[in-house]
């Protein structure tokens, strides 16, 4: 069953013991399906929130959310998912509010939930690409972007890889300073031993190999530092 109520303060509440959907219909295959539109109202006293979100449980797994665009079977892009936040558009002046962040966190637990990003796979041309990059400036210093892996008792690493292939050729990986009237650097450097007193005291290095192919009938490759 479901119920559409009406709260003391105003508030308007939907519910339901079954499948609750929201949507739009068509009459015919032939016709362009309407939007469907959620949003709060504009105010010059602050806009409402919007929450997403499913129940919690006490003895079984909680349901998913899941945010997709529709597919294409006729040969026309399919949809394209968009996530933004807000802009600030009082101009350039000084000491402007700041534009709305983008958060995306896992879920902790005993076991930590991790952040997967992706390109889409290909059945026949090419994979999606993932590009990740810091916001411009036109007249201050642009972001930095920051990759890193957290501290914990143990090892963590971060892997920075190119691609495998078993038809062609493997992915590069680049690292590249930034052009401009004084180059960016680009600083390989490794880790502070913190336990210089230890019998077990191990010094932290840079190793920089090619594969070794002499087991297979190849050479090894070369390295050059211009």
Known sequence: SS?????????????SSSKLSLGSVVENSFEVSAPVAVSTADSASGSGTI????????NAGSGYINLRGGSSVRGSAAS???LAAGDVTNGNQVGESRAGDVDLFAGSGRIGGGVTLRGGDSSGIIGGSVFVRSGSSSLGTGATLSLGAENGK???SAVLMGGSSLNGASGDVSILGG????GGSVEIRAGLNLQVY???FVDSGISISTPDLDNVGGGSGSVKIN
């Not at 709260?7 to 308007?12: A, V």
């Not at 052009?179 to 004084?182: D, P």
């Open 3 to 15: 119920v559409l109520a009406l709260d003391s303060d105003g508030s308007l509440s939907l519910l």
């Open 51 to 58: 929450t997403l979100a499913t129940g919690s449980s006490s």
């Open 80 to 82: 394209s998912v968009y």
């Open 154 to 156: 143990n090892v963590s």
């Open 179 to 182: 052009n401009g009237q004084l």
């Open 198 to 200: 230890s019998q077990n």
